[in-house]
């Protein structure tokens, strides 16, 4: 997955949503190995610290494991990772409705358009 | 985290014309730093200082706790803003002058890059563009492990792809114990790679700031703020 930063929000920020979007889309499925730090940050064009911050804070936030000798890992907890995903929907889905709620839409409407929507895509 | 390179009020003046005014600061090991401002706003003239190349009217500098000479200099690997070298040398013939001068200079590190830039080792920098000239110029400095790598101006001339090569090399070259001093106003290209800021206009420090605070304070990029800070 190629990586993408807005220059106008922290790089640090921007580099654990990605990275937390590639544990969700199984491009690191649970309990496998991240590359190096090193590697990472030079695939993502990024400073290794910036790297480096962006991994210990999604090690704080229990998605990732680091092991004394062998480096770092996605967790094995499927729950966690499921825990972390619905947040990252629920956030997602309240910026949503605040807009539509910005833009006059009750809350009846912004349903059905949703569900007419997701008919014709067949979501 | 250890001081690489600190001034303490330092001051620099040709004539009654004065390049730095009382410049502070600390940089620490294992940083890129960007070291940004307009032209003429005292950059090459810091880091000029910091090389023995010239010597503070007033206050001190010191790298690794060191005064500027020949000591600090087996340390700092240094990129000036304009090339030193002889243009009647071939790629290779620099490279060995190279291996003469510093220990800790590897040349295989050296001919990897001039490979994956299309560099031809037997070529005369005579014959070079400019562009690739200064490619030549950054991958001899690159291929020192040096503890501060001081880069005037780094890639001014080069194309964007090669910039980006560039940008790359300083990541993966440089080990975690090393700092990385770039001074540039093309900071839209390097800002991704930067830890820390330093904003220098009229000889002075007006900001040093880490490069997310700025963009989580501030909501916009560094470029941006420069360009405001600046603003002719």
């Known amino acids: 997955m190629p990586w993408d930063f807005k220059s106008d929000r922290p790089i640090y920020t921007q580099l654990i949503e990605q990275i937390e979007l590639m544990i969700f889309s199984d491009t690191y499925p649970p309990g496998s190995r991240l590359p190096p730090v090193r590697d990472m940050a030079q695939e993502a064009a990024v400073n290794p610290n910036t790297m480096q911050r962006a991994l210990s804070k999604l090690e704080e936030d229990g998605l990732i494991v680091t092991h004394r000798t062998s480096g770092r890992s996605v967790t094995e907890d499927e729950n966690m990772i499921k825990k972390a995903k619905n947040k990252l929907a629920i956030d997602q889905i309240t910026e949503f409705l605040e807009k539509m709620r910005k833009l006059g839409f009750d809350r009846e409407e912004v349903l059905s358009i949703i569900t007419s929507m997701s008919e014709e895509m067949k979501i | 985290m250890s001081t690489i390179l600190e001034c303490k009020g330092v001051t620099k003046a040709f ?12 940089i620490d090991q294992g940083r890129i730093i960007g070291l940004l401002g307009p032209n003429g706003s005292g950059k090459t003239t810091l880091i000029k200082l910091a090389n023995d190349l010239l010597t503070p009217t007033s206050g001190e500098i010191r790298i690794a706790g060191m005064k500027p000479g020949i000591e600090t200099k087996k340390l700092v690997s240094y990129l000036p803003e304009k090339t030193y070298l002889n243009d009647w040398m071939r790629v290779h013939q620099i490279i060995e002058l190279f291996m003469d001068f510093y220990k800790d200079f590897k040349p295989e590190k050296a001919y990897d890059m001039l490979k994956r830039l299309n560099i031809n080792p037997n070529d005369r920098l005579k014959f070079m563009s400019k562009g690739t000239k200064e490619k030549v110029q950054l991958i001899l400095v690159m291929s020192r492990e040096a503890k501060l790598y001081l880069l005037d101006e780094p890639i001014g001339g080069v194309d964007p792809a090669a910039r980006d090569y560039i940008l790359e090399t300083i990541i993966t070259n440089y080990k975690e ?54 603003k002719c």
């Open chain 2, 15 to 26: 004539g009654d014309k004065e390049a730095l005014s009382d410049v502070n600061m600390n």
């Open chain 2, 177 to 230: 114990d090393a700092t990385v001093v770039i001074s540039t106003h093309l900071i839209s290209d390097i800002e991704k790679i930067l830890d820390h800021v330093v904003f220098i206009n009229n000889g002075r420090v007006v900001l040093s700031s880490s490069a997310d605070e700025i963009r989580n304070e501030k909501g916009k990029s560094v470029d941006a703020l420069f360009r405001e800070v600046f």
